[in-house]
T-cell receptor
Framework: SQQGEEDPQALSIQEGENATMNCSYK?????LQWYRQNSGRGLVHLIL?????REKHSGRLRVTLDTSKKSSSLLITASRAADTASYFC???????????FGTGTRLLVSP | DSGVTQTPKHLITATGQRVTLRCSPR?????VYWYQQSLDQGLQFLIQ???????AKGNILERFSAQQFPDLHSELNLSSLELGDSALYFC?????????????FGPGTRLTVL
């Protein structure tokens, strides 16, 4: 069963706008990872944030983590049509080695 | 390109058959993970191997089995296939086995059971 819930399920924006996706989870974690998937293809790792970190940046990506609220957000700034994909959060729960994936957010960026 | 390779890309087979999916991890990675992605269940962890030994098990059916060989490549065997086994099967690899580092995913094998 999936632990993470992502919000929104789908997001449609124009190029140049920012996109924010949220992820909530249920148990304590070692880290949280964000992945991108282009229409049924492989999962591309975007960023890993550890449980003792609150914010992390990578290029146009900004990830925050609030362990007290058991939530994370992914912000993509100045979006491009090439950012169109599904985005998944995945948690590595304390004491386990498996990633538990959220339900994903489908992002559509129109030119 | 994550460095994780999976073969074949596509498999079409019939119910009751058996197939083998193959994965080669990134150079230097000792852990291999298998995941299944289906429309109704989403992305589900199946099993993990570290340096040849099984380390964690998830929602893997008894009809499915896996192993990791001395050269660290892994195979996932699916037998007595059912229509519901149709899915994308991903392999991922990481350096360690404690769940503290990034898992890099391969391109997946799309299995269609007719």
């Amino acid at each position: 069963s999936q632990q993470g819930e992502e919000d929104p399920q789908a997001l449609s924006i124009q190029e140049g706008e920012n996109a924010t996706m949220n992820c909530s989870y249920k148990t304590s974690i070692n880290n949280l990872q964000w992945y991108r998937q282009n229409s049924g293809r492989g999962l591309v790792h975007l960023i890993l944030i550890r449980s003792n970190e609150r914010e992390k940046h990578s290029g146009r990506l900004r990830v925050t983590l609030d362990t007290s609220k058991k939530s994370s957000s992914l912000l993509i700034t100045a979006s491009r049509a090439a950012d169109t994909a599904s985005y998944f959060c995945a948690t590595m729960n304390t004491g386990f080695q498996k990633l538990v994936f959220g339900t994903g957010t489908r992002l559509l960026v129109s030119p | 390109d994550s460095g994780v390779t999976q073969t074949p890309k596509h498999l079409i087979t019939a119910t009751g058959q058996r197939v083998t999916l193959r994965c080669s991890p990134r150079s230097g990675d000792l852990s291999v993970y298998w995941y299944q992605q289906s429309l109704d269940q989403g992305l589900q962890f199946l099993i993990q191997y570290y340096n040849g030994e099984e380390r964690a098990k998830g929602n893997i059916l008894e009809r499915f089995s896996a192993q990791q060989f001395p050269d660290l490549h892994s195979e996932l065997n699916l037998s007595s296939l059912e229509l519901g086994d149709s899915a994308l099967y991903f392999c991922a690899s990481s350096v360690g086995n404690l769940g503290l580092d990034t898992q890099y995913f391969g391109p997946g094998t799309r299995l269609t059971v007719l």
